[in-house]
C-alpha cells in the first residue's frame, strides 16, 4: 500500500498580541526590506514588533510590578538570574533587589540575561542597544535549539585589553559589529563614561554570527550592562534592538473572504486551507501562517499561529497528491499527527461521522461533532484522477478544528 502525509504543525503561542496600529507602523518602517523582530523600550511604547512588510504585530510589555516583568511569547520571551527580568526607565535588566531602583535595569557580572524567539522565524543577525556601565567587558552566546552556535564580547573603557578586537566608531552614536571571524567589539572609543549619559554610554553591537539562531545569552564578565530599545536615541527606531529573521510567515488569515485561504501548488502535491469563523463565535483575530510544499517527500505543511489567546478556530481544507513511485497508484491513505509528535504519532485521519456544516457550533463555522471522539481533523470526501498509466492524483476535502497538523 501506498501511504500518502499531510501534517500540519503548530507554532503554539499563548500572550497577548494587538495587530500594530499608530506608532507600531512607524516602529515597523525603519528597515522595511528586512523581516525583523524589533524590541523598542522608548517614551512612546514598550513592546516587542514583528513585521514581514505587511501588517506589524505586537507584542507588549506590561508594566512592571515591583520593577519585575514577565514576557513569556508569543513573538519572544525574557528569562534571567535571581527574580528574573526587571524593567526601570526604559532598560531591562536583572531584578535581584528592592522594588526600586538600579538593581532592576542592569546586569551584573554574576547574573544573565536571555532572550528567546517564540512565534517568529529564527534570527541571522541581532544589533543591539546596550548601555555599558564601567570598564565593561561582555560576553554574548547565541544559541539554535539549546546548542550554542556561536560566542562573542563587547568591551569598554577599561575592559577593552590593547592589542584585542574590532574598534567601533570613535564619537557617538557609537557602533560596533562583531562577526564569526572577529568575535571581539571595543566600543565607546575606550570611555568608562557612568549611566545615564545618554547616547554617550551606548553602543549599538551587531553581532554576524553567520548561522540562524533562536536564543541570546547575555553575560557580563566585568562592569554592567542594560539592554535597551532606543529611549537614549530620543526614541528613534534606527536604535531599537533588532533581531533580523530568515524566511518567515507566508501570511495571514482572517474569517473573510478576501483572507480567509492559503494555497500552495508545487508539481503534484496541493494544498488549500480556509479559515471559517471560531467555533464558539468569538472575534476572529487574524493569524500568521507558514505553508510549504515538498515535492520530493510529497508533503504539504500548514503552520498557522494564534494571535493572542489560543482561539478555537475551524477550517476546511483541500489536500492532492500524485506519488511518482506507488506499487498500487489506486491505494492510498491520508496520514496526520495531531500533537506534532513526530513520525511515531501519524495515523490515519478518520473520515466525517456526519454532514460538518450541519447544524454548526456557531454560524459559519462547523458541526464539531461529527469529528471521531479523540480526533481534531476527518475526511468529508476523497476523489481520484488518472495522471498517467502509473499514476494517480487522490485529493481528500477534509474539516478539523484548532490549530491543524498534518502531513
Known sequence: MNTVRSITTLAAVSAALVVGLGTTAALSAAGADDETLRLHLGTNGTQFVYSNNGDPIT????????????????????DGS??????KDGSIGIKSGGSKGVPCSRVDASEDLSIRL??????VKVSLDLELKGGARVEFVVSRGGTEVGSFQARAG?????????DGSTSAPFIATATAADPIVNCRNASDSGPD????????????????????????????VSLEGSGDYGNDPAFDTVFTLGA??????????ENDTATIEEGTVYGSFTRLQNTDGSECVLKPYFLSADTEAETVSFVPVDVGAPQPAAYTGTVAFAPKNSSNPFQSQLEYDQDDDGPLGFEFMPWCAGNPFTDPDAPGSINTSVIPAGDTWCIVSESTAIVSATQIRTTWNVVGIGDPKMR
Do not use: H, W
Open 82 to 87: 535571581d527574580q528574573g527580568p526587571g524593567l
Open 59 to 78: 507584542q507588549p510589555i506590561g508594566t512592571p510590578k515591583n520593577c519585575l516583568i514577565n514576557v513569556d511569547g508569543p513573538l519572544a520571551a525574557l
Open 197 to 224: 549619559s545618554g547616547p554617550n554610554d551606548n553602543c549599538y553591537v551587531t553581532l554576524e554570527p553567520g548561522t540562524a539562531f533562536d536564543e541570546l545569552a547575555i553575560r557580563p564578565m566585568a562592569g554592567e
Open 248 to 257: 518567515g510567515f507566508d501570511g495571514q488569515l482572517g474569517c473573510t473572504a
Open 158 to 166: 577599561s575592559g577593552i585589553v590593547p592589542g584585542q578586537g574590532v
Open 118 to 123: 517564540v512565534g517568529v522565524p529564527d534570527a
